[in-house]
Nanobody, 126 residues
């Protein structure tokens, strides 16, 4: 069973940067899709970015050009570099994994993933 543990959240001012990490254990699959989601209070969980075993990346339009998703296979760690953060991006950020196949057009749907971390809080002040 895959276990995911996020870290790197915190409080920053608008325009600042954070790098989130997601340490994965129990992963032995050669094909996977891993994603970052966020959920603000009272709002739906939304897909932010995803990366798969082929190296393909996908991003929500709202974060393109500012966020970068990457994976260090040797460390079994997923990253999300977030630059130029905005107050409206204050949310709990979660990593998610689908250890069975590469990402497809459903990457931003929560139902595309079977394993989730506990989340890390990101707060952006104006």
């Amino acid at each position: 069973q895959v276990q995911l543990v996020e870290s790197g959240g915190g409080s920053v001012q608008a325009g600042g940067s954070l790098r989130l990490s997601c340490a994965a254990s129990g992963y032995t699959y050669s094909s996977y899709c891993m994603g970052w989601f966020r959920q603000a209070p009272g709002k739906e969980r939304e897909g932010v970015a995803a990366i798969d075993s082929d190296g393909s990346t996908s991003y929500a339009d709202s974060v393109k050009g500012r966020f970068t998703i990457s994976v260090d296979v040797a460390k079994n760690t997923l990253y999300l570099q977030m630059n130029n953060l905005k107050p409206e991006e204050t949310a709990m950020y979660f990593c998610a994994a689908n250890p069975w196949r590469a990402c497809d057009s459903t990457w931003a749907r929560t139902t595309a993933y079977g394993d989730w971390g506990q989340g890390t809080q990101v707060t952006v002040s104006s």
